[in-house]
C-alpha cells in the first residue's frame, strides 16, 4: 500500500484500527432488565456450551472489594444509585477478564486454536460502552435480551435481596435501577435490534422453559460462528 494511502487510513483511524480480540472471539451480550434472569440463565450457558461468563457487576463488586483499588468508593455509589460506573472502568475489567480466560487456553468446544465465546452480561447498559467494547475490545455476535413485565423483575429482585446481600436489591435502589434500564439501555437494546441482532427471549415463564428456548437460540447461533 502506498505511504500516503496508509497516512490517510491512519488519520481517519480506518483499517489501521484493531480491536483487542479478533473474530475468532465470540461474543453475545446479555441483556434484559434487573432481575430478568440474565445470570441464572447465562449459568445453563455456560453448561450446555461451555462459554466464559462474565457479569459486569460482579466484575465491578469484585473491585469494589479490591484491596488497594482505587473505584471502590465510586463503584459502590453507582451501585447503590443505579447509575452507571464510568465506562472505562467496567471495559477495562471486562477486556482483562477476556485476557485471562483466553490466556487459560481452555480445552472443549468454541475454545480449540486461540478460539474463545463469552457471554458478556449485564453490559452495554448504555450506548457509549456498546460503542467503545465493539471499537477497542472486540464485535459482538449478537444480544440476548430477556424480557419480562416490571412487576415480574420487581418481585424477583425483593426476593433475590432476602439472601444475596446485594447493596442494589432493595425498594429504593431497585427503582433507580429500573429508571436507568428505561432511559439508559433500552436504547442499546434498540439499537441492536435495528441492525438484526437482538434474540428476544420471555422470560416470564420458568427457568427451564426460559432456558430450552435459550439453548434452540444459542445452537442456532453458534452453528453459523463455528
Ligand atoms: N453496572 C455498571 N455498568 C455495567 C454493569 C453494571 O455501572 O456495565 C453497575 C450498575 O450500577 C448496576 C449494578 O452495577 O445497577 C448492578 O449490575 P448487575 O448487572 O449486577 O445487576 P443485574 O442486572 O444483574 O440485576
Ligand atoms: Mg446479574
Known amino acids: 500500500m502506498p505511504a500516503f494511502i496508509d497516512k490517510i487510513t491512519d488519520t481517519l483511524h480506518l483499517s489501521s484500527h ?26 445453563r450457558l455456560v453448561e450446555d456450551f461451555g462459554f466464559c461468563h462474565l457479569s459486569a457487576g460482579d466484575l465491578l463488586r469484585a473491585e469494589q472489594h479490591r484491596e488497594g483499588s482505587k473505584y471502590g ?7 447503590k444509585e443505579g447509575t452507571i460506573v464510568p465506562m472505562e ?44 467494547f465493539e471499537r477497542d475490545v472486540g464485535k459482538a455476535s449478537a444480544v440476548l435480551f430477556f424480557s419480562t413485565t416490571q412487576e415480574v423483575m420487581l418481585e424477583r429482585l425483593l426476593e433475590r435481596g432476602k439472601t444475596s446481600g446485594r447493596e442494589d436489591d432493595n425498594v429504593e435502589s431497585i427503582k433507580k435501577r429500573f429508571n436507568t434500564y428505561k432511559e439508559q439501555t433500552m436504547p442499546v437494546i434498540e439499537h441492536y435490534q435495528k441492525l438484526g441482532k437482538v434474540i428476544e427471549i420471555d422470560s416470564s415463564i420458568s427457568i427451564e ?14 452453528s453459523g460462528s463455528t
Open 73 to 79: 468508593e465510586l463503584i459502590q455509589t453507582c451501585i
Open 18 to 43: 484493531k480491536t483487542a480480540f479478533d473474530s475468532k472471539v465470540t461474543v453475545i451480550f446479555v441483556l434484559g432488565g434487573p432481575g430478568a434472569g440474565k445470570g441464572t440463565q447465562c449459568a
Open 209 to 222: 422453559e426460559v432456558h430450552q428456548k435459550t439453548k434452540a437460540a444459542v445452537t442456532n447461533l453458534l
Open 89 to 132: 472502568v467496567t471495559v477495562n475489567l471486562l477486556k482483562n477478564a477476556m485476557s485471562a480466560a483466553l490466556a487459560e487456553q481452555r480445552a472443549g468446544d468454541g475454545w480449540a486454536d486461540g478460539r474463545g465465546r463469552f457471554l458478556i452480561d449485564g453490559f452495554p447498559r448504555q450506548m457509549d460502552q456498546a460503542e467503545m
